[in-house]
C-alpha cells in the first residue's frame, strides 16, 4: 500500500512518513511478482483470478491483471447478495457454485468461464440475478465493460503486443470504465500520479549514475 499527497492516513501521518507498507509478508511476492518462497495458491477461491485457479506446478506472476479480476468478482457478489433473504441468494447461480464446499478449483474455473466469456452468459447467469438496486443501466454498462476487458479473447491477445506491460494496461482500461461510472476521473489521476513519481525516481537515479 504506497500512499500518495492526497492520502489520508491516522495518526497525523502523512505520505512523507510512510512511503509504503507491506502486510501478509508469509504470502509476499518479489518486486517482479512472481513468488518469493511458496509453493501453494493463497486466497479464497471464489475471487481469485482465473490464472491463479488453473492447475499448474508454477505459480504464474501475480500482476495488476489479477487484483482487478478479483476486485469484479467482488463487485458482482456484493450486486448479487441479498441481506434480507439468504436463502433466496443462495438459489443463485453465483452462490450455488461459489459456496459449495464440495467443487475444487477446476469447478469453479470452469463455472466462471461459461459466466463470464459471452455476454448473454454473463447477462443470464450473473446480471439477471443481481438485486434490484444494482439493475441500474450505467452500473450494468459499467460491469459489461469490466467483464469484456478481463474475460474475453481480446485480454489474451493483448499480452503479445509490444507494450511493456499489457497487464498494466488492462489495469488502466478498467480503471477508465469505472471512473466513466462514476463521472470522475479519481483513478486514472492517481495512476498518472504514480507515473509521474516513477518516472521522476528514474530520472534521479539517471542522473546519480
Keep these: 500500500m504506497v500512499p500518495t499527497e492526497r492520502s489520508k492516513l491516522t495518526g ?39 490464472d491463479l485457479l488453473m492447475d499448474e506446478k508454477k505459480l504464474p506472476r501475480r500482476t495488476l491483471g489479477h487484483d482487478m479480476e478479483s476486485f469484479f468478482a467482488v463487485i458482482i457478489w456484493i450486486a448479487s447478495f441479498d441481506f434480507l433473504d439468504e436463502e433466496s441468494f443462495l438459489k443463485k447461480p ?74 498494466e494496461e ?3 482500461k478498467c480503471m477508465e470504465t469505472i471512473d466513466g461510472y462514476l463521472g470522475e476521473t479519481k483513478g486514472c489521476d492517481e495512476m498518472k500520479e504514480i507515473d509521474s513519481q516513477a518516472q521522476s525516481s528514474r530520472t534521479q537515479r539517471s542522473g546519480e549514475c
Design 12 to 50: 497525523d501521518l502523512t505520505y512523507k512518513h510512510r512511503r509504503g507498507t507491506l502486510v501478509d509478508w508469509n504470502l509476499c511476492f518479489t518486486a517482479d511478482g512472481t513468488s518469493s518462497s511458496r509453493s501453494f495458491r493463497s486466497g479464497t477461491p471464489a475471487f481469485m483470478a482465473q
Design 94 to 167: 453465483l452462490a450455488k457454485t461459489l459456496l459449495d464446499n464440495t467443487k475444487s478449483t477446476d469447478d469453479i474455473y470452469s463455472a466462471r468461464s461459461l459466466w463470464f466469456d459471452r455476454e448473454n452468459r454473463f447477462q443470464y447467469f450473473i446480471i439477471n440475478h443481481f438485486q434490484s438496486v444494482y439493475q441500474e443501466n450505467q452500473f450494468i454498462t459499467c460491469i459489461s465493460g469490466l467483464r469484456q476487458i478481463l474475460h474475453t479473447s481480446d485480454r489474451l491477445d493483448g499480452r503479445k503486443t509490444g507494450k511493456n506491460d499489457p497487464e
Design 170 to 172: 488492462l489495469f488502466r
